[in-house]
């Protein structure tokens, strides 16, 4: 069955250090990949997509590319600042499927120091 | 208020009692879905709608119940709570085609003593 797995934290970084958080997923078809942020005490929030092999989603200095040869969707940002501590998800979506149900995967934790 | 709401924010309950998790959309969002949150295993899909009346199980559906009379409510009932229900909450619906992504409430902490 489709899954998703990163990379365990919890990550702990410098402010402006530069961040990758692994994800890689095992799908049917031709999944859509997300990722997703979660602030302390909220729901989560979409951070970025990609449809399609190759697509880059970016949004708020944070990057991920759909790479289909090596199963990967890794989620980067150049210079990261306190106010990016959250808890990182990279999920998948059914394209084989009209529900489109997110599959998550376990969630990674970051903590940024000043 | 636009978006989607979730009441109560927490709630404790008892072993075996029934309690009610109320999921509320502002935008007619065909897809709505309840996942649980809990430490090492991200988030779990329990049911999922793709319209009034049209309720299927997920990944982890035992002990739960959902309806959808209508468009824009998806309650989620645990009909005997237990110890192993202690989790957090979350309602979502989705916006566009598959591709889209979905909208998040922000979640009903549930602990079952």
């Known amino acids: 069955g489709n899954s998703v797995t990163q990379m365990e934290g919890p990550v702990t970084l410098s402010e402006e250090a530069f961040l990758t958080i692994n994800c890689t997923y095992t799908a049917t078809g031709y999944p859509s990949l997300f990722w997703y942020v979660q602030y302390p005490g909220e729901g989560l929030q979409l951070l970025l997509k990609a449809t399609k092999a190759d697509d880059k989603g970016s949004n708020k200095g944070f990057e991920a590319t759909y790479r289909k040869e090596t199963t990967s969707f890794h989620l980067e940002k150049g210079s990261v600042q306190v106010s990016d501590s959250a808890v990182y998800f990279c999920?998948?979506?059914?394209?084989?499927?009209?529900?489109?149900?997110?599959?998550f995967g376990q969630g990674t934790t970051l903590q940024v120091k000043p | 208020d636009a978006g989607i709401t979730q009441s109560p924010r927490y709630k404790i309950t008892e072993t075996g009692r029934q309690v009610t998790l109320m999921c509320h959309q502002t935008?007619?969002?065909?897809?709505m879905f309840w996942y649980r949150q809990d430490l090492g295993h991200g988030l779990r899909l329990i049911y999922y709608s793709a319209a009034a009346d049209i309720t299927d199980k997920g990944e982890v559906p035992d002990g739960y119940v959902v309806s959808r009379s209508k468009t824009e409510n998806f309650p989620l009932t645990l009909e005997s709570a237990t110890r192993s229900q202690t989790s957090v909450y979350f309602c979502a619906s989705r916006a566009g085609g598959i591709a889209g992504g979905y909208t998040f409430g922000s979640g009903t902490r549930l602990t079952v003593v």
């Open positions: 999920a998948l979506s059914d394209g084989s499927s009209n529900t489109g149900k997110l599959i």
């Open positions: 935008w007619s969002h065909s897809y």
